[in-house]
């Protein structure tokens, strides 16, 4: 797994930066419907996992972009040149782990490996923190229909992205899915934000 990282000696945000680094919480969240109709269709025909998917398409489309590669490493911005999904995955006993994967740009790829790590990973529970701070953080609500969504969080200077996919719904033809993304203000605007949306429709839309 790439976790290549410069350091940004001239971070073109600086003066944002320092100003959200005053606030006790400068994470901020944000809850979108995307539309996955297409997608469901193409992991349906293929018998791929719609969730692993679901999270795949979405780092594909924030790899796009800049601002999602930036995190915080001892007290410094630095550039990774990839980002990889963790996931929170099934546990036995009604419980959940979590699961971390390689992003791989040919999905087939991504979808074989990605089979294996999620069995062994749902073998048992292990939640500690292996320290990616290259990932982005996903978990999933499959029951619940959610209109806003906050994601636990530890120390300010967390900027690893986190999303939560909730309940799928159908409207006006359309398989919807409500996105509830937290990112730290520090590193994250809403240009960034609203880029993202749009990329990420374009990659439900286009998963072959």
Not at 82 to 107: K, N, Q, R, S, W
Not at 139 to 161: C, G, I, R, W, Y
Request: aromatic share 14%; glycine share 6%.
């Amino acid at each position: 797994m790439n976790n290549n990282y410069r350091v940004v000696e001239r971070y073109y945000r600086q003066q944002h930066y320092e100003f959200w680094s005053r606030y006790r919480n400068p994470f901020y969240a944000s809850t979108f419907d995307l539309d996955m109709t297409r997608l469901k269709a193409f992991t349906e025909e293929r018998g791929y996992p719609l969730y692993v998917n679901l999270c795949y398409f979405m780092i594909r489309a924030m790899r796009e972009i800049e601002d999602f590669r930036y995190r915080l490493l001892d007290g410094r911005v630095v550039l990774y040149d990839e980002i990889h999904p963790g996931l929170a995955v099934p546990a036995p006993g009604g419980l959940f782990t979590f699961a971390y994967y390689e992003y791989h740009p040919d999905v087939a790829v991504f979808n074989d490996r990605a089979r294996e790590i999620s069995e062994e990973a749902s073998r048992g529970v292990e939640l500690e923190d292996p320290e990616h701070r290259n990932g982005v953080w996903f978990t999933a609500l499959p029951k619940v229909p959610f209109t806003s969504f906050t994601h636990a969080t530890n120390l300010p200077t967390d900027t690893e992205p986190q999303i939560a996919f909730g309940k799928y719904c159908e409207q006006d033809g359309k398989l919807l899915v409500p996105v509830g993304l937290q990112v730290n203000h520090v590193l994250v605007d809403g240009n960034a934000l609203g880029e993202l949306v749009e990329r990420a429709q374009r990659c439900y839309d286009e998963p072959g």
